[in-house]
């Protein structure tokens, strides 16, 4: 029978413990977590890049519903323990559920501290702890007033990144001289500021807060000194309190925080306490390494085995601000009995310090170039003797021994015990045993497997050089293939970056991305051109350069260098006075060929490039319009007859089809789509190979998409069944936008789908209205903007140089 | 050689082109992000393409129908490929652009 353990809380460290003790004793216990915050186990250092956009909550979920299922634990989500009975060994909720345990573990983290000042608790004060806090923070900053952030240590700088980023007006509070000052020394504080400053966020430092000012809310703050400054969200991020008022009701011994041996008990063997409210040595901790170690170490007795110890060691800090690199380490205030090393480099923006005391590394603050900090850590943890390198120490690993080192050969010359990843404490022999041992060969195998640079991803850099010298050619870095030879960065953290940064040109981005290259290519600009229309649909002027000779002309270029011209024949009806139109039209201009299309569209093919104005103008006469034949965007959507006419036909399949042509074209998309309605499952519109399919039955309408018939040729993925014409048209618009705001360019909808997976998007825009909903909403945003007849801007007179030569030179003018 | 006027630099977009029509084919004029003219024939080495219709970057031009890249100064397909196009001299004086053409070709045509 096993025994009942059962946790109190649901953070970073239990989450770790669990995956130790499963790995280590999976069937001892039978578990049960009682968490006060509604939801799984998520990455909470992850919450600064959720509230400045560069991720998403779903991103930093460490454990999903379906892990606790797995693996057969109790979850109560939104459950507060509210007493421990340790003589009956019991807790108890607030739900009034009542838990029995043999093993018990405290985890309940700890509780922003507030300062105790008048106003504090108007509407509009927050603290930055959990993701309701950054939820709340989000929505403030759609205001896009002012806010003040009270606090210039970690959290309060990164809060404030964020909520700059998000379009507020952003001032930092600090009470001391400079930022950060219990990590930084002065002269880094100060060149920390100036960064922060340069995002246009203010700093007041030696900022003593008076009172938080407003009536019914928030509007402002007043210094001791008088000033007021006025703002509509204030944000405490001036430090933790371990949370012990459970254990302290249950009368564990508390100091600080719980008070536990190395071995993380309490004063009651049979409970544990690990993470930000447990003591241990006199320290209470709040960066993710050392919680990990408690974790390791409280897994390994609650399994049996009660050797491991917890030991303290210096954990580096660093800012998960992007753009901003500073690194700190250990020990650097001034003393008789220590010297230091100075590197400044004011033009480039790099400060680095090394405190030394009997020859060795006591302390480390670097900023600006952070690269040796591993390297510094390293020596300061073995306690190393520095003398014979003092001359050279300060420029870092690359400069020891004479040669430089290439990047590759400093992480090979790396001893084991190296650490390698400091949020998950994993050394570089353990990344190497695990790479071999399981026959990892990609980045994220070794996340999954070793945990490093699963956390914060400072240290990926570092890890995929493991891996490449681990592997050597086996090693194929695909995951971050470059967007093309100008830049360093993948389609994906391209599109993240525009975001995050707000970029909105494609200059823009080259800048802050530093592109290799003045201008681009022909593989980046057409890419960037469609992210940025994609992105800022109402903001983003369109660059015709940057788009491929088609879309520029609005017509396909053909081998010969004529165009080929395809007018839109919604849902693929024709009228006798359409068809007339094109007859009148082909005559006029010689039309050399005339084709019907895979789509049910008519293509006219070998229309010299001058010719193109005057052709759209006579089709635009019968009412036509470009038909996108030629366009990363919608395309066609073919249909059968349907109820109208087809004996077999469960509903409208026409009518459907012209409504979804109707609502959908124009819209620019990562690579050609192309959709069907077929009216019964005989499926005589071939919907279930198309981008989008619709297959009517006669209870509904059901959705398909991810099928291909190019150079793939792929049957489509069932999405689901809808009931109303209104939902299968909300589904379909949702799933594109979807597909328009995560695909890499010229990634079809297919191959997408295989790279999110097919669940990940049901789960997004069928099963969960409000986010169907937002994608449908920002869908008929940019279609505001989209929806323009190209043919008709041109007959009017667009771009007019497009179609006349410059001039004609060297004719006999008698001969013209 | 003689300098014929074809036009104005303003005529061209920046990063594009507009071609000239001569009695031997097309010329393309390309103007750069810099504001550097080029002219080359507008007939990719590779199967003919309208160099005109790419887009331009850098001092090169990627050829809408199979991506071959052509540096405008020299000609030459760049990377991989081989093959090369005809250059064509451009005089840019305050904007206002002239070829040289063979007087050869222009007195044949005339």
Redesign the interface.
């Known amino acids: 029978m096993a025994e009942k353990l059962v946790i109190i809380g649901n953070g970073m460290a239990p989450g770790r413990m669990l995956e130790h003790l499963l790995e280590q004793a999976p069937d001892r216990y039978q578990v049960t977590i009682f968490n006060a915050e509604p939801r799984v186990n998520y990455d909470r250092i992850m919450l600064s890049p959720v509230l400045s956009g560069e991720k998403t909550y779903e991103q930093i979920v460490i454990h999903g519903d379906g892990w606790y299922i797995a693996h057969g634990i109790t979850l109560y989500k939104g459950h507060k323990i509210v007493a421990i009975d340790r003589a009956a060994k019991t807790v108890t909720s607030d739900h009034g559920v009542t838990e029995s345990y043999d093993k018990l573990v405290i985890a309940t983290g700890s509780v922003p501290f507030i300062l105790p000042l008048p106003g504090k608790e108007l509407p509009g004060v927050l603290t930055y702890r959990d993701l309701d806090d950054v939820n709340a923070m989000l929505l403030a900053a759609q205001s896009r007033e002012k806010a003040i952030v009270i606090g210039g240590g970690l959290l309060g700088l990164e809060a404030a990144a964020g909520l700059a980023e998000r379009g507020m007006d952003v001032t930092v509070l600090h009470v001391m001289p400079t930022l950060m000052e219990r990590q930084l020394d002065p002269a880094a504080g100060y060149l920390l500021q100036k960064a922060v400053e340069e995002r246009g966020i203010k700093v007041i430092c030696k900022a003593n807060t008076k009172a938080i000012l407003g009536e019914d809310k928030v509007e402002g703050v007043e210094l001791e000194d008088g000033r007021v400054i006025p703002a509509t969200l204030v944000v405490m991020a001036v430090g933790i309190r371990p949370s012990v008022g459970l254990a302290k009701d249950a009368g564990l011994a508390i100091n600080r925080g719980i008070v536990v041996d190395g071995g993380m008990r309490t004063s009651d063997g049979n409970i544990l306490a690990l993470g930000e409210c447990a003591e241990v040595g006199g320290m209470v901790y709040g960066l993710v390494a050392p919680l990990y170690e408690m974790a390791r170490v409280a897994a390994a007795h609650l399994a049996g085995d009660s050797t491991p110890a917890f030991v303290h060691s210096d954990t580096p800090t660093k800012l998960k601000v992007t753009g901003i690199d500073l690194y700190s380490l250990g020990d650097f205030a001034d003393g008789d009995d220590r010297e230091e090393i100075v590197l400044r480099d004011a033009s480039a923006g790099v400060y680095k310090r090394l405190v030394i005391k009997d020859d060795r590394i006591i302390g480390t603050v670097l900023y600006g170039d952070t690269g040796d900090g591993p390297w510094f850590n390293d020596l300061k943890k073995k306690g190393s003797d520095i003398s014979e390198m003092r001359e050279t120490l300060i420029f870092g690993q690359a400069y020891q021994g004479g040669v430089p080192l290439d990047p590759m050969a400093a992480v090979a010359a790396l001893p084991d015990d190296a650490e390698i990843c400091g949020c998950n404490g994993v050394c570089k022999g353990k990344i190497v045993s695990t790479i071999t041992g399981k026959g990892l060969t990609t980045l994220d195998g070794v996340r999954a497997h070793t945990k490093a640079s699963a956390s914060c991803g400072n240290c990926t850099g570092l890890v995929e050089q493991l891996m490449a010298l681990t592997l050597g050619d086996a090693y194929n870095p695909a995951a971050v293939t470059p967007m093309c030879g100008c830049t360093d960065f993948g389609h994906d953290d391209v599109r993240r970056l525009i975001k995050a940064k707000k970029l909105k040109t494609i200059p823009a981005v080259m800048q802050e991305l530093e592109w290799k ?6 593989k980046c ?2 890419a960037l051109n469609y992210y940025l229309v994609c992105d800022w649909p109402d903001e983003y002027a369109d660059d ?3 788009r ?3 879309e ?2 609005h017509a396909n ?1 053909q ?3 004529t165009y080929s011209v395809v007018p839109r024949m919604w849902g693929g009806v024709t009228s006798s006075s359409e068809l007339r139109a094109i007859a009148d039209v082909v005559d006029r201009f010689e039309i050399p060929m005339v084709k019907v299309t895979g789509g049910q569209r008519i293509d006219m093919l070998g229309i010299k490039k001058e010719d193109l104005p005057a052709v759209w103008a006579e089709l635009g006469k019968a009412g036509f319009v470009s038909g996108q034949a030629y366009a990363k965007g919608l395309r066609t959507v073919k249909t059968c007859v349907g109820s109208d006419w087809c004996r077999f036909g469960t509903q409208d399949s026409t009518g459907l089809g012209i409504r979804i042509e109707k609502f959908m074209w124009g819209s620019w998309t990562p690579a050609k789509v192309k959709m069907a309605v077929s009216g019964c499952p005989r499926n005589c519109a071939e919907a279930t190979c198309k981008d989008v399919g619709v297959i009517c039955v006669d209870s509904g309408f059901e959705i398909h998409f991810a099928g291909a018939a190019g150079l793939d040729i792929k049957g489509t993925e069932v999405l689901g069944l809808v009931r109303t014409e209104d939902e299968a048209l909300e589904v379909i618009a949702a799933l594109t936008q979807m597909y328009r705001e995560q695909a890499r360019y010229l990634e079809r909808i297919y191959k997408w789908a295989k790279r999110v997976g097919v669940d990940e998007v049901r789960r997004q825009v069928l099963d969960d209205p409000d986010k169907r909903r937002a994608y449908f909403d920002r869908f008929v945003f940019s279609q505001k903007f989209a929806q323009v007849d190209p043919w008709s801007e041109r007959v009017s007179g667009k771009d007019k ?1 497009e179609f006349r ?8 003018a008698a ?1 013209e | 050689m003689t300098w ?4 104005h630099i303003d ?6 082109a ?7 084919g ?1 010329i393309a ?1 390309f103007r750069t ?2 504001n550097e003219v080029f002219a080359i024939d507008d007939h990719c080495p590779h ?4 160099l005109s ?6 001092k090169a031009v ?1 050829c ?2 199979h ?1 071959w ?1 052509i540096s405008l100064e020299s000609g030459e397909a760049l990377g991989a490929d081989e093959g090369s196009v005809r250059t064509i001299s451009v005089r840019n004086e305050d904007g206002k652009l002239s ?1 040289s ?1 063979e007087s050869a ?2 007195a044949a ?2």
């Open positions: 290259t003045s201008c681009g290519c022909a600009r057409p015709y350069q940057s491929f000779v088609n520029r002309v270029i081998k010969d260098g140089h030569p410059m001039a004609s030179v060297g004719f006999n001969a | 014929i006027a074809i036009g005529d061209i977009p920046v990063r594009g507009r071609c000239v029509k001569t009695p031997e097309k004029v992000a810099e199967k003919g393409g309208p219709e790419g887009i331009v970057h850098g990627t809408p129908l991506n890249v070829i053409l070709v222009l045509a005339e």
